[in-house]
């Protein structure tokens, strides 16, 4: 059997066998040594020691009872005003705020409005004039032409006038020679003497050519006259 040293933390003391280790009272963490060990151990290590330990109960742990928190002081102040003058005092100032906002934002809303109003008005007076100007210009566009028309129409006139005064004097021209040419021929044609017969039909050929002339010009004078009566009629 083993003897074995035991050490208080000052002092080793020993050796003792195992009756005279229980009555030491030694426990777990009692350090020991003996014969054959390399270094102190606890005496729980060794276990030809267990059976003489002497348990010892763990300390109590006394548990310190929680602090009472303080009994809370119902405040019926705020900012040092009744909670309901408080709350009644917020509420009317969140709609004096809310009505400031509102008026605001429908000031600002018709200002808006009225601009656009005010520059749509403009655009629309802009255009009445552009078009005002316009129909003024197509007035006076129609007025030239009219007058313009009326210039050609009166210039047309006066020069079919003219030419019509023309082709009556031409055929009163022409007529009165035509007369005088009808009368010839039959002069000629019954006058024999001092003449012989080439002359005499030489001179009735040359004046029938003189009264053909004349019945052609007089034929291009008529129509020539007719289509400007009618063109004067359609002018009228």
Same mark, same amino acid.
């Given at each position: 059997?083993?003897?074995?040293? @035991? ?88 709609? @004096? ?113 003189? @009264? ?25």
């Amino acid at each position: 059997m083993n003897t074995y040293y @035991i050490h208080n933390g000052n002092e080793s003391s020993g050796p003792f066998g195992l009756e005279e280790l229980k009555n030491k009272k030694i426990t777990h963490t009692t350090p020991v040594w003996c014969q054959g060990m390399e270094d102190w151990k606890n005496a729980g290590e060794v276990t030809e020691l267990k059976s003489i330990l002497m348990i010892v109960p763990p300390p109590i742990k006394i548990v310190s009872p929680e602090p009472k928190a303080p009994k809370e002081v119902k405040n019926h102040t705020v900012l040092g005003i009744k909670k309901s003058y408080f709350f009644l005092a917020s509420g009317l100032f969140v709609l @004096i705020i809310g009505t400031l906002i509102f008026n605001v934002a429908q000031e600002n809303r018709r200002a808006d409005l009225e601009q656009k109003n005010s520059v749509t008005e403009k655009d629309n007076q802009q255009y009445l004039l552009q078009q005002k100007e316009i129909e003024e210009q197509k007035q006076q566009l129609a007025e030239q032409e009219r007058i313009e028309a009326e210039r050609i129409t009166r210039e047309r006139k006066e020069t079919i006038t003219s030419r019509l005064s023309e082709i009556k004097k031409t055929l009163a021209d022409d007529y009165y020679n035509f007369e005088i040419l009808k009368d010839k021929l039959i002069d000629v044609s019954g006058f024999k003497f001092f003449r012989t017969p080439d002359e005499r039909n030489e001179e009735i050929n040359l004046i029938q050519n003189h @009264i053909q002339t004349l019945k052609n010009e007089i034929e291009k004078l008529e129509e020539e006259s007719n289509q400007l009566n009618l063109e004067l009629e359609r002018i009228h």
